[in-house]
């Protein structure tokens, strides 16, 4: 079982259309949470960091619940230019020690249609 | 803003060759990641420096080696190269802050190797 897990999709949305993405992560000691996007034989670039008090960015919101080790990641109003894969993301911890490693859930693929 | 600078972008190997990649990272960033991206797959690991120290290592193997430099930058030195290796090589670089989290780290456009 993979420490990230995420549905890898892909999601087909029409323009405009609210879309919600969601991860769950294995290690209960995990302090820090991202997702990142990538697109197709690119970099992945950082979206956002994800906090306890969840937060929003623009178009993007992130919410965590550390009970349920549950992520989410919402996009509203979708572009054609969200079309991506993103990823959910958490540093890796080895005992109590943030290792500053970042693993990675397989991505989910959003493909955002006119 | 200045991003993290990778090279070469591309390499073509024959096996059991020898392939260097460069990683300059963000400047003032003090830690270095490595990651490989084999094609479908989601980045994994390979090894990080804080201060010029390895300060981590992943499911790297041995035939690698790295190292980062009084300059930060960072050299993956990949010996007797094998089919398995051809992937996509990313470096990231961070400021590692104190306590560790949320050290957000921004990757570099990555090399892309082609073992033949």
């Known amino acids: 079982r993979k420490e990230v897990e995420q549905d890898p999709g892909p999601f087909n949305v029409p323009e405009g259309a609210t879309v919600a993405f969601n991860c769950t992560y294995s290690?209960?000691?995990?302090?820090?949470f991202f997702w990142y996007r990538q697109d197709c034989r690119k970099e992945p670039k950082l979206l956002m960091s994800v906090y306890s008090s969840g937060n929003e960015d623009g178009r993007f919101t992130a919410q965590l619940n550390r009970a349920s080790q549950y992520i989410s990641l919402l996009i509203r109003d979708s572009k054609l230019s969200d079309s991506a894969t993103y990823l959910c993301?958490?540093?890796?911890?080895?005992?109590?020690?943030?290792?500053?490693?970042?693993?990675f859930g397989q991505g989910t693929t959003l493909q955002v249609k006119p | 803003a200045a991003g993290v600078i990778q090279s070469p972008r591309h390499l073509i190997k024959e096996k059991r060759e020898t392939a260097t990649l460069k990683c300059y990272p963000i400047p003032r960033h003090d830690t270095v990641y490595w990651y490989q991206q084999g094609p479908g797959q989601d980045p994994q690991f390979l090894i990080s420096f804080y201060e010029k120290m390895q300060s981590d290592k992943g499911s790297i193997p041995d035939r690698f080696s790295a190292q980062q430099f009084s300059d930060y930058h960072s050299e993956l030195n990949m010996s007797s190269l094998e089919l398995g290796d051809s992937a996509l090589y990313f470096c990231?670089?961070?400021?590692?802050?104190?306590?560790?989290?949320?050290?957000?780290?921004?990757f570099g456009p990555g090399t892309r190797l082609t073992v033949l």
């Open positions: 990231a670089s961070s400021f590692w802050t104190s306590g560790g989290s949320y050290n957000e780290q921004f």
């Open positions: 993301v958490v540093n890796g911890y080895h005992g109590s020690s943030n290792t500053g490693k970042l693993i």
């Open positions: 290690n209960s000691a995990s302090q820090s």
